[in-house]
C-alpha cells in the first residue's frame, strides 16, 4: 500500500470529520456528543497509518460456545479490511455468498412464471480514477432502475457485486455484476435505456439462465457472485498506487448492492450442532486492548487489563 497516496486520496474525507468534530465540541448530552465522539474516532482513524488496521485483526477476541458439549472456541476480532486482508476477505465472502443465495432463492421462489435469472455486466469508459467510475456506474444503475419501472416493467429484486481489475494500463477498471430476476425483457430496450442512464459507458452484458425456475439457479448464480466476492487488491497484479486507489474509492461504500427487502435473516450456527454460537463468558483472549480514554471511559487514564487468558475480566476500556 502507498501510504502517501492513500492519505492524499483520503485528506477531503479527513478535513470533513475534523470539521464535523470542531462543530460538535463543547456540547454535553443527547445526539451531539454522540457525533462528537464519533467524528473524533473517525478522524483519528484516518491520521493513523492504513497498515496499522490491518495489524489489530485476529490480535484479540472473545470464548464463544455453542450447543456442542465441552466446546469452546474463540472469536477473533477482524480489522474489517477486506480489500487488503486476506482473513477477512475469505471470511466475508464465505458469509456474503450464503446470504446472497438464500436472498436468491426466496426472491426466485416468489416470482412470477416464466422469470429468469439475469447476470448483468456494467462497465463504463476508464477515466483513470476508480472513484469516478465507480460513482458513474452507480449513478448509471439507479438512474436504469427508474427508467425501467417508468416504461411498466415494475419493481424488480436484485443484488449486484462490484470488481476491480487492474487492467492493461495498470490504473484500474470497474465493473458491477448484477443479478436480476426478470421475465421476458426486450435486451435490445434495456441497452438503450442504460446508455442513456450511463453516458459514460459503451455496452452492457447479459446472461440468462436457460432454465424457467430451476432450483439450482440460485446456487449457481450465488456461486458466480461469490467469485468476485472473494477478488481483493492484495495480488501481485495491483501495484502499491492502485491499492491505495481502490481503498480509498471504498471508503464508506458498498461492494454489495441488493434491492429492498432482498436480504433474508440468517444467523451464523455451528456445522456441528446446528445453534448459533453465544458468548461464553465476560472474558477476553488475546493481547491487551488500547488504553482507557479519560473523555469517553470511566476508571481514569489507566492501562486497560491484560487479558492472556480467557478468565480474567476485561476492563471498560476494552468494551
Given at each position: 500500500?502507498?501510504?502517501?497516496r492513500y492519505a492524499t486520496r483520503m485528506e477531503p474525507h479527513l478535513a ?208 458466480y457472485l461469490g467469485k468476485y466476492l472473494s477478488k481483493g487488491v492484495q ?85
Open positions: 500500500m502507498d501510504e502517501r470533513r470529520w475534523q470539521d464535523r468534530e470542531r462543530q460538535t465540541a463543547g456540547l454535553v448530552g443527547g445526539i451531539h456528543e454522540r457525533v462528537h465522539f464519533y467524528a473524533r474516532a473517525r478522524r483519528a482513524a484516518l491520521e493513523r497509518p492504513y497498515v496499522a488496521r490491518l495489524n489489530k485483526c485476529d490480535k484479540y477476541g472473545l470464548v464463544t460456545k455453542c450447543g456442542c458439549k465441552g466446546k469452546r472456541d474463540t472469536r477473533w476480532f477482524s480489522c474489517r479490511q477486506h480489500l487488503t486482508c486476506p482473513r477477512c476477505l475469505r471470511s466475508r465472502s464465505r458469509q456474503l455468498q450464503q446470504r446472497v443465495r438464500a436472498g436468491l432463492e426466496a426472491a426466485f421462489a416468489a416470482s412470477e412464471p416464466g422469470s429468469k435469472l439475469v447476470l448483468l455486466t456494467l462497465t463504463t469508459r476508464h477515466s483513470g480514477d476508480v472513484a469516478e467510475d465507480r460513482d458513474a456506474i452507480a449513478a448509471g444503475w439507479r438512474a436504469l432502475y427508474r427508467k425501467l419501472h417508468k416504461v411498466g416493467w415494475g419493481k424488480f429484486p436484485y443484488v449486484g457485486v462490484w470488481e476491480v481489475t487492474p487492467g492493461h494500463d495498470g490504473k484500474g477498471h470497474v465493473h458491477a455484476h448484477v443479478a436480476v430476476i426478470w421475465p421476458f425483457r426486450d435486451w435490445s430496450v434495456v441497452r438503450r435505456l442504460w446508455l442513456a442512464a450511463c453516458p459514460t459507458s459503451e455496452r452492457i452484458t447479459f446472461v440468462a439462465s436457460r432454465r424457467d425456475r430451476c432450483a439450482s439457479t440460485p446456487r449457481s448464480v450465488a456461486n495480488t501481485h497484479e495491483f501495484s502499491p498506487e492502485l491499492r491505495a486507489d481502490v481503498a480509498a474509492a471504498s471508503y464508506q461504500a458498498r461492494w454489495v448492492f441488493s434491492s429492498v427487502r432482498f436480504w433474508q435473516p440468517w444467523v451464523p450456527v455451528c456445522p456441528g450442532c446446528g445453534l448459533p454460537r453465544v458468548r461464553a463468558q465476560y472474558a477476553w483472549r488475546g493481547e491487551p486492548c488500547r488504553p482507557l480514554d479519560p473523555d469517553r471511559d470511566t476508571g481514569g487514564g489507566q492501562l486497560a487489563w491484560t487479558f492472556s487468558s480467557a478468565h480474567e475480566r476485561a476492563g471498560p476500556g476494552c468494551a
